[in-house]
Structures are given as structure tokens and as C-alpha cells.
């Protein structure tokens, strides 16, 4: 055999074994959570969801090259930082200091444009948000700030 077989052949293996590393990423039903924010704070703009649960809430749904690494590896690594540094579905549950700065770096993010990742606009066109959204989008998260803040204290 000519030695750009024996590379294709190894490559083909290659290929093959990387599909059985699969980072777990566990999927809950939506509106399961009652430390959601959709659920403890209402009045997010509907396109909320769509630009950032896929990543930051127990509620992703994997688009289906997914099922294929090495995609699939890229996928599931963002989904598990993205909830490792902010996940909405327990955002109640986090201390009210770290919620309500969470929440402001929300803002930020958008304001600023550093969030929805690029790489997922990019395959995602409901994601990509217009200037006006972005906006809308900055305000309910700083309501949302004060609304959790103002949850917390009557609470205690
Ligand atoms: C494709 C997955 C993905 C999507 C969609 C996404 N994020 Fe992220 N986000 C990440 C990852 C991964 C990180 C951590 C690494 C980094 O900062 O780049 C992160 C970090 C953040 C942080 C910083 C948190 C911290 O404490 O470090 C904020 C705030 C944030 N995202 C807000 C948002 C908002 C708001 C949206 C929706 C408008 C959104 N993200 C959409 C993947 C995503």
C-alpha cells in the first residue's frame, strides 16, 4: 500500500475513536427550574432565550452536527463553560453578590457585543441581535439585577 493510504487509513481511525469521547452535558425540560431567571424575573424580551440558554442554562438544545465530533466536542466544551461561569437555570440560587454582578456583567456582555459567542451567531442567525435588542436585552438584565437583589432581601 502507498504510504498516503496508510495516513488516510490512519486518519479514518483516528476519526473513528474520537467519536467515543462525548463531554457529558446533562438537558433539563424548560420551565423546570424554579431558580430560573425566565421563571423569577419577568419581562425578558423572547429572543433571551434563543441567544443565550443554549450556553448558559441546564436547558440547551445541540444543533445536530453535534452528534459529530470533532464539532461535537466544540459544542459541548462552550456548553460547559458557559454554565460553569453563568447558568440561568440556578441563578437564584447563586449568593445575591454574585447574581447581581453576574447580571450586570449580562449587560456588559451585550451592550458591549462580546455576547452571544461570534462562533455561535455564526450558525445561529435568531442569535444574531440588532442594536435595539442588544439594548432591550441590557436593560432587563439590569432590572433583573435589582430585581433579584430585591428578592434576596425580602427574603431574610
Ligand atoms: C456558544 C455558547 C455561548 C452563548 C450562546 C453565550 N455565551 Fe456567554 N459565555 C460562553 C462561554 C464559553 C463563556 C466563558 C468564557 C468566556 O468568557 O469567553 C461565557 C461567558 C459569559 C459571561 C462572563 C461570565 C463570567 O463570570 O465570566 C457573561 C456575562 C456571558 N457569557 C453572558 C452571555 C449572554 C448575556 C448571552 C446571550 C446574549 C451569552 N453569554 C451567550 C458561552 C456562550
Known amino acids: 500500500m502507498s504510504k498516503l493510504k496508510w495516513v488516510l487509513y490512519g486518519l479514518g481511525i483516528v476519526f473513528i475513536l474520537l467519536q467515543f469521547y462525548r463531554p457529558d452535558i446533562s438537558v433539563k425540560k424548560p420551565g423546570t427550574s ?40 466544540f459544542v459541548r466544551n462552550h456548553i460547559r463553560e458557559g454554565r460553569k461561569h453563568l447558568n440561568f437555570s440556578i441563578i437564584q440560587d447563586y449568593p445575591t453578590d454574585k447574581k ?4 450586570n456583567e449580562c449587560a456588559e456582555a451585550v451592550t458591549e457585543g462580546w455576547m452571544p459567542m461570534e462562533s455561535y451567531t455564526w450558525m445561529h442567525a435568531d442569535a444574531r441581535l440588532t442594536d435595539e435588542q442588544r439594548a432591550e436585552l441590557a436593560r432587563y438584565f439590569e432590572s433583573a439585577a435589582a430585581a433579584s437583589l430585591a428578592r434576596d432581601m425580602n427574603r431574610q
Do not use: F, M, R
Not at 40 to 64: F, I, M, Q, R
Open 100 to 103: 447581581v454582578k453576574k447580571l
Open 34 to 73: 424554579e431558580t430560573d431567571l425566565l421563571q423569577t424575573v419577568p419581562g425578558a424580551p423572547a429572543y433571551l432565550k434563543g441567544a443565550c440558554y443554549d450556553c448558559h442554562s441546564n436547558e440547551s438544545t445541540l444543533p445536530w452536527y453535534a452528534a459529530i465530533n470533532p464539532a461535537g466536542i
